[in-house]
């Protein structure tokens, strides 16, 4: 039975939100704003140092297919400074985008933005990796779920490379509590495909997957999960958010979509995970809503998850779609979600 429907979005606190969405947009086609909303984070002021702040966020997604990207600008205080984050560092390393052919992917990134040349990942296919201007690191991998089907495709987030202390417990977290049984590789050494500043220390990655059921009404846009677990073996992992706030800058969460949060909760409190964070029913966001809560992995970084209740479609006429009492566990018809492209941002 499946506990989630596919990753919704990868949170990454920034200084200008409109920027930051350029950039995504231009590098991996993040052209759809499913919302762009300026608000108060009230629920979240356990990582906020006990104050309520203002922040604006926009949800950017790609419609060939995979998950967003919330970009969220604090507008109440200056965000703290980002932490280089080296491999193995606990948190969230390194965030996948997902294509069908990486050296087409490779040749079009590689205009917006510098790029490692393609490598080949522990699983035997090829992949690279790419920096923004503030130094966060992506990952584009191959990926075969797609919810358009075109010659080659750029597509959105698949996944994440989050750095563990003990590895063995934090498969047992994704495993347990999520539902990732299956393991591609389980592999210790040092490993081209991450990069020359780390080429010579020694690692241990375990990458898990989850093949979507399609399950949950926008499970087939989102597609399938690539969940890398990164041990540092030759020294001890420093906390990437260690003396911060979420939402300062860096990847500050992940987020699954969920379909039914009552009986994930359920699942995950069976094996001692305990939401930290619960808006308990319909969070207003403005332009959209939903249930979201958050739970700690074994290192404290952070797993949102939203149950989503009211989508827009078209913003100017007051469309959205109201998922709240939908007992149906079936994805929405493919027309329907379609309908989310119609809030392209041209360039």
């Given at each position: 039975?499946?506990?989630?429907?596919?990753?919704?979005?990868?949170?990454?606190?920034?200084?200008?939100?409109?920027?930051?969405?350029?950039?995504?947009?231009?590098?991996?086609?993040?052209?759809?704003?499913?919302?762009?909303?300026?608000?108060?984070?009230?629920?979240?002021?356990?990582?906020?140092?006990?104050?309520?702040?203002?922040?604006?966020?926009?949800?950017?997604?790609?419609?060939?297919?995979?998950?967003?990207?919330?970009?969220?600008?604090?507008?109440?205080?200056?965000?703290?400074?980002?932490?280089?984050?080296?491999?193995?560092?606990?948190?969230?390393?390194?965030?996948?985008?997902?294509?069908?052919?990486?050296?087409?992917?490779?040749?079009?990134?590689?205009?917006?933005?510098?790029?490692?040349?393609?490598?080949?990942?522990?699983?035997?296919?090829?992949?690279?990796?790419?920096?923004?201007?503030?130094?966060?690191?992506?990952?584009?991998?191959?990926?075969?779920?797609?919810?358009?089907?075109?010659?080659?495709?750029?597509?959105?987030?698949?996944?994440?490379?989050?750095?563990?202390?003990?590895?063995?417990?934090?498969?047992?977290?994704?495993?347990?509590?999520?539902?990732?049984?299956?393991?591609?590789?389980?592999?210790?050494?040092?490993?081209?495909?991450?990069?020359?500043?780390?080429?010579?220390?020694?690692?241990?990655?375990?990458?898990?997957?989850?093949?979507?059921?399609?399950?949950?009404?926008?499970?087939?846009?989102?597609?399938?999960?690539?969940?890398?677990?990164?041990?540092?073996?030759?020294?001890?992992?420093?906390?990437?958010?260690?003396?911060?706030?979420?939402?300062?800058?860096?990847?500050?969460?992940?987020?699954?979509?969920?379909?039914?949060?009552?009986?994930?909760?359920?699942?995950?409190?069976?094996?001692?995970?305990?939401?930290?964070v619960d808006s308990g029913d319909t969070f207003d966001m403005g332009e959209s809503g939903g249930r979201f809560a958050y739970v700690e992995d074994p290192d404290g970084t952070l797993i949102e998850m939203v149950e989503t209740h009211k989508v827009p479609i078209m913003k100017k006429l007051g469309i959205y779609f109201n998922l709240k009492n939908r007992k149906s566990q079936k994805p929405l018809p493919n027309w329907m979600v379609g309908l989310l492209g119609l809030n392209k941002v041209n360039d």
């Amino acid at each position: 039975m499946a506990f989630i429907s596919g990753i919704q979005q990868i949170g990454i606190g920034c200084i200008d939100a409109p920027t930051t969405f350029t950039w995504l947009r231009k590098a991996f086609g993040l052209n759809v704003k499913i919302f762009d909303d300026v608000a108060k984070a009230a629920l979240m002021t356990k990582y906020t140092g006990g104050e309520i702040h203002a922040r604006r966020a926009i949800l950017a997604m790609n419609m060939n297919g995979g998950g967003g990207a919330e970009i969220w600008q604090y507008t109440s205080r200056t965000p703290g400074a980002g932490k280089k984050v080296n491999f193995g560092d606990l948190g969230i390393n390194a965030v996948k985008f997902k294509s069908n052919n990486i050296e087409t992917s490779f040749k079009n990134i590689n205009l917006n933005t510098g790029c490692t040349h393609p490598e080949k990942s522990p699983s035997g296919k090829f992949t690279f990796m790419l920096s923004d201007e503030s130094g966060n690191k992506f990952q584009v991998v191959n990926d075969s779920s797609w919810f358009k089907k075109h010659v080659f495709m750029q597509g959105g987030v698949c996944g994440a490379i989050i750095g563990v202390s003990n590895i063995d417990l934090s498969i047992a977290f994704y495993q347990n509590g999520f539902g990732f049984n299956n393991i591609v590789y389980d592999v210790s050494g040092k490993f081209n495909d991450l990069g020359e500043d780390v080429k010579d220390q020694n690692f241990r990655r375990v990458l898990l997957t989850f093949e979507n059921p399609n399950t949950g009404p926008f499970s087939k846009l989102l597609g399938n999960i690539q969940i890398e677990l990164i041990q540092a073996l030759d020294r001890k992992g420093q906390k990437t958010f260690e003396n911060r706030y979420w939402g300062d800058l860096g990847f500050i969460h992940l987020c699954f979509d969920v379909s039914s949060m009552n009986r994930l909760k359920l699942n995950l409190e069976k094996y001692k995970y305990k939401f930290t964070v619960d808006s308990g029913d319909t969070f207003d966001m403005g332009e959209s809503g939903g249930r979201f809560a958050y739970v700690e992995d074994p290192d404290g970084t952070l797993i949102e998850m939203v149950e989503t209740h009211k989508v827009p479609i078209m913003k100017k006429l007051g469309i959205y779609f109201n998922l709240k009492n939908r007992k149906s566990q079936k994805p929405l018809p493919n027309w329907m979600v379609g309908l989310l492209g119609l809030n392209k941002v041209n360039d």
